[in-house]
C-alpha cells in the first residue's frame, strides 16, 4: 500500500474546525460510488460531522473529499481486484494516528454498513 497518509492528513486539515483536539475520517466505496465523512470531537466529548458544524464551509468539505478520492482512486486502481471498500482514520492533534481498512463487499447492505460504522467509531 502507497497512500501518503501525510497528504491526506494535510486535505483533511482544511475542513476541521479551529481547535480541534480528535478527529475521525471515514471513505467507502461501492460500484461506481464513493461517500465520505469526517466528525470532529467537540468539547462536549461528542463528535459532530463537519458538514453539520457552523463555519466550515461545506465548498471546501466538497473540494476535499474530491481531492481525497483522487489520492484513494489511484491506490485503488493499482490494486484492482484486492482493494479495499473502506478506510477509517483516527486522529488527534498530538500526532496519535490509526487507520483501518475494510474488504468486505458492503454493496447490498450499505445503510445497515454505515449504521453500524458509525455506531463503533462515534457514537
Known amino acids: ?13 482544511n475542513i476541521l474546525p479551529f481547535g480541534w483536539e480528535n478527529a475521525i475520517f471515514m471513505a467507502e466505496y461501492t460500484s461506481g ?3 465520505m465523512r469526517c466528525y470532529s470531537k ?5 463528535y459532530i460531522n463537519v458538514m453539520k458544524m457552523k463555519g466550515i464551509s461545506k465548498p471546501q468539505i466538497i473540494k ?3 481531492a481525497l478520492n483522487n489520492i484513494f482512486q489511484k491506490e485503488r486502481m493499482k490494486l484492482a ?9 483516527k ?8 487507520s483501518d481498512f475494510d474488504y468486505n463487499s ?3 447492505n450499505v445503510l445497515e454498513y454505515l449504521e453500524q460504522w458509525e455506531q463503533k467509531n462515534v457514537l
Open 1 to 13: 500500500m502507497n497512500l501518503d497518509f501525510q497528504d491526506i492528513f494535510n486535505e483533511l486539515l
Open 33 to 35: 460510488s464513493y461517500s
Open 42 to 46: 467537540e468539547s462536549s466529548n461528542t
Open 64 to 66: 476535499t473529499y474530491k
Open 81 to 89: 481486484e484486492s482493494s479495499w471498500y473502506a478506510i477509517t482514520l
Open 91 to 98: 486522529f488527534d492533534k498530538n500526532g496519535k494516528f490509526s
Open 106 to 108: 458492503h454493496e447490498e
